[in-house]
């Protein structure tokens, strides 16, 4: 079994996708895939890297870790005060990818 980790995408949709296909070129059922957080923020595309995710775990057996961007905003959602990820942590991409019409 082979683990493959990836960590501190930060919204750069086009690095994970490039990741993904490499990974298709050799995983095996039995292996896993562990998502070590910073998923979110800093990068326009956070959306389309939560929905490949989400896509690729119908394929990969993945595990997914939360990073300390995913950890200020949950903390954001509950209690509104804690804003300051907004600014500090470049929250403000990741709203931004959620707000856009389709």
Same mark, same amino acid.
Do not use: H, P, R, S
């Given at each position: 079994m082979k683990i493959y980790a990836i960590g501190d995408i930060h919204g750069n949709y086009d690095l994970l996708k490039?990741?993904?296909?490499?990974?298709?070129?050799?995983?095996?059922p039995e292996d896993k895939v562990v998502l070590l957080g910073d998923i979110i923020d800093g990068g326009a595309k956070t959306k389309e890297? #939560?929905?490949l995710i989400l896509e690729k775990s119908d394929d990969y057996n993945i595990i997914a870790l939360k990073g300390n961007h995913e950890e200020w905003m949950l903390n954001t959602l509950r209690d509104h005060s804690k804003h300051s990820w907004i600014i500090s942590m470049?929250?403000?991409?990741? #709203?931004?990818s959620y707000s856009q019409t389709a």
């Open positions: 490039k990741l993904f296909m490499k990974i298709t070129e050799e995983i095996q890297c #939560i929905d470049e929250g403000l991409y990741t #709203i931004k």
